[in-house]
């Protein structure tokens, strides 16, 4: 039982677009939800992560958008740049993070010069 | 510079050999965690520690063992290897209770069994 789908698998956008990476989520439990960013080679990190009583955060060009009520959270990157090109995973926990993470499958995102 | 290091990064053994994947951190941290990632399939929680002595199987853990002697390594054991198991290999750890919920990865160790 996958409980956190992502979509899409790949995205390809030009320079200067914006990408956008969704993600869905069963359990109601969840309360800790993290974008993890992974370049080639390299473990993935954390790029931004928001919390329920919040339906935005924004860290630069990167922005998560949060639906309770849908349970759906979204990465949109803004101004998109081939430095961004990389595997994008949308993760859930409960417990504030402090529990186990559940990931997406992970969006290979390419930006084109 | 806080860090997860994994070694060997590369790595190809024939089916039944055992092997040991070293996993150390320098952050003090509680928990600890391995997770495989294959395409199509994203990160796949294999066993995950809370403290030293502390284990406890993720979503995939037939194959595998882990041990955690010491709060900084945390190894993962195979013990007999097979094809199936052909993957990329992150460990992971993070603090506990306020002290940060960032989980921070290694870079990851390519595993080939033939």
């Known amino acids: 039982q996958q409980q956190v789908k992502q979509s899409p698998q790949s995205l390809i956008v030009q320079k200067g677009g914006i990408s956008i990476i969704n993600c869905a989520y069963e359990?109601?439990?969840?309360?800790?939800f993290p974008w993890y960013q992974q370049f080639p080679g390299k473990g993935p990190a954390l790029l931004i992560a928001?919390?329920?009583?919040?339906s935005e955060k924004k860290e630069g060009r990167f922005t998560i958008s949060f639906n309770k009520s849908a349970k759906q959270f979204s990465l949109h990157i803004m101004d998109s740049q081939p430095g961004d090109s990389a595997t994008y995973f949308c993760?859930?926990?409960?417990?504030?993070?402090?529990?186990?993470?559940?990931f997406g499958k992970g969006t290979m995102l390419l930006v084109s010069p | 510079e806080a860090q997860v290091t994994q070694n060997p990064r590369y790595l190809i053994t024939v089916t039944g050999k055992k092997l040991t994947v070293t996993c150390s951190q320098n952050?003090?941290?509680?928990?600890m965690s391995w997770y495989r990632q294959d395409p199509g399939l994203g990160l796949r929680q294999i066993y995950y520690?809370?403290?030293?002595?502390?284990?406890d199987k993720g979503d995939v853990p037939e194959g595998y063992k882990v041990s955690r002697k010491e709060k900084r390594n945390f190894p993962l054991i195979l013990e007999s290897p097979s094809p199936n198991q052909t993957s990329l290999y992150f460990c992971?750890?993070?603090?506990?209770?306020?002290?940060?919920?960032?989980?921070?990865f290694g870079e990851g160790s390519w595993l080939t069994v033939v």
């Open positions: 928001i919390r329920p009583d919040v």
């Open positions: 952050m003090n941290h509680e928990y």
């Open positions: 359990n109601t439990a969840f309360d800790y």
């Open positions: 993760a859930a926990s409960p417990g504030g993070g402090y529990s186990t993470l559940t």
């Open positions: 520690s809370m403290n030293v002595e502390v284990t």
């Open positions: 992971a750890s993070r603090g506990v209770g306020g002290s940060g919920n960032t989980i921070y």
